[in-house]
């Protein structure tokens, strides 16, 4: 009865039986291609990039913003948007500060209150957006500017350090892999199982590629986008933990693009932005993606200004990929 009344499921993500044959679509194999081609590129004439510091500094730094890029992926599909995200992280990060170094508080109980609070806010914007039916980028305008002043006001502009040794993991490494990268590997196959093999990863699919259709087959319409987006708020306070542990300190000003990363990587992994489309593993790839490209950049010795345009013309070359071919699929049926 799902299926005759929402069109959309037919682009549901792959069942477990056929992820190998979606990760070698043309798409994901084209994205890899690319990245192989990085890669070797980088390994040629970019200055100590295949150093082991430099490669565990870009796994470590991918996977800050890889989580994100995860939730993101869903909100997306879910035909939604959140530019909130790096404010959040910095909220989160600066309430670390204040809750144990100011307030006491231990460390398990501030991380459980910063969680919960990201989740508060995300799930707020959600109900706004279906509530009201703002647009989602507007909600999460106006939270990308208020939680970022909140997070300064907070800390009153300044970082706070935390004394001891701030949870080892959250910045320790297992035989020599950052622990953050570790998180982003577990991050991923719960989002793709969640995505591929439940009910509700087939419903955020159905929301995303027609909401009318999908609310008259009884899926709850505001309940997915309340949910997508919490989980976007919890990623997001999960890497304000992971980067509050590497500083040692609470900083309001951590997170800084943060949101044009985790939603860069979603879309050249090949997430619609119309919604309905998208898939976890071209959002890993587009995450080692953004990664290398932003690390090979700098060890090039590239102007900072000129770094945004490549990234700029990277993100609107995805885009324009991923509006050709939903035409074709269009005139094809």
């Known amino acids: 009865m799902l299926a005759d009344s929402v069109p959309a499921l037919t682009a549901r993500p792959a069942s477990g039986r056929t992820v190998w044959r979606r990760i070698l679509e043309w798409e994901s194999l084209g994205l890899l291609a690319v990245v192989a081609v990085i890669f070797v590129g980088l390994a040629l004439f970019a200055p100590n990039f295949l150093t082991k510091s430099n490669l565990l500094n870009v796994v470590q730094q991918s996977a800050f913003f890889g989580i994100i890029a995860l939730a993101m992926t869903l909100v997306i599909v879910a035909g939604e948007i959140d530019i909130s995200v790096g404010s959040q992280t910095a909220l989160t990060s600066s309430l670390m500060g204040v809750l144990i170094t100011n307030d006491g508080w231990p460390v398990w109980m501030a991380c459980i209150a910063v969680i919960v609070q990201a989740m508060i806010f995300g799930a707020f914007s959600g109900w706004i957006r279906s509530r009201f039916e703002v647009p989602t980028f507007i909600v999460t305008l106006a939270l990308y500017m208020a939680l970022r002043g909140l997070a300064m006001l907070v800390t009153n502009t300044y970082s706070i350090p935390i004394s001891g ?122 995450v080692l993606f953004v990664a290398m490209l932003g690390d090979g950049m700098v060890l090039l010795g590239i102007n900072p200004y000129a770094q945004n345009v490549v990234q700029g013309v990277v993100v609107l070359v995805a885009v324009l990929v991923n509006v050709v071919r939903a035409n074709r699929v269009a005139l094809r049926a």
């Not at 577990?186 to 929301?207: D, H, K, L, Q």
């Not at 992971?242 to 997170?255: D, E, K, M, N, Y």
Request: with cysteine.
């Open 165 to 286: 040794k701030f949870f080892y993991w959250g910045d320790g490494r297992v035989a020599g892999i950052p622990i953050a990268a570790i998180y982003f590997l577990v991050a991923f196959a719960v989002f793709a199982f969640v995505a591929r093999n439940t009910v509700f990863g087939r419903s955020v699919y159905a929301v995303g590629g027609n909401a009318r259709s999908a609310e008259m087959s009884g899926i709850k319409v505001r309940n997915v986008r309340i949910i997508v987006l919490a989980l976007c708020g919890l990623t997001a306070a999960l890497t304000g933990l992971l980067q509050t542990a590497q500083l040692s300190a609470g900083a309001p000003t951590i997170g800084v693009g943060l949101e044009f990363n985790a939603i860069s990587a979603a879309i050249i992994g090949g997430s619609s932005l119309a919604g309905g489309r998208g898939a976890l593993v071209g959002t890993f790839i587009g």
